[in-house]
Nanobody
């Protein structure tokens, strides 16, 4: 499975962006999809995940209430809607696919089998 993240850019504090993660295969529907981010000088961290059916989601505390993860199986694409962005959201955002479906591991980058190239989100004041 190949993943391609897009939608990053520069946005002012309080603004919004929507990231997309396009997959290469129809088997996309069988994967848990996750978003991670890595800020300069920091380790990669979990942002959000959604299960194969789209009926269950999980979020990092830092983005709850501001970010929404979704997926469109027909378009084999996952999305991350980001609202009320702040300076701490500046990072390279990565999408990933996990075939194990173990919810307790959704926040662990090691659980994901496939990764896309990141897309840079820069929040400016």
């Amino acid at each position: 499975v190949q993943l391609q993240a897009s939608g990053g850019g520069v946005v002012q504090t309080g603004g919004s962006l929507r990231l997309s993660c396009a997959a290469s295969e129809r088997t996309f529907g069988r994967f848990v999809m996750g978003w991670f981010r890595q800020a300069p000088g920091k380790e990669r961290e979990f942002v959000a995940a959604i299960n194969f059916s789209g009926g269950s989601t999980a979020y990092a505390d830092s983005v709850k209430g501001r970010f929404t993860i979704s997926k469109d199986t027909a378009k084999i694409t996952a999305y991350l809607q980001m609202n009320s962005l702040n300076l701490e959201d500046t990072a390279v955002y990565y999408c990933a696919a996990d075939s194990t479906h173990i919810r307790s591991s959704w926040s662990m980058s090691s659980a994901y089998d496939y990764w896309g190239r990141g897309t840079l989100v820069t929040v400016s004041s």
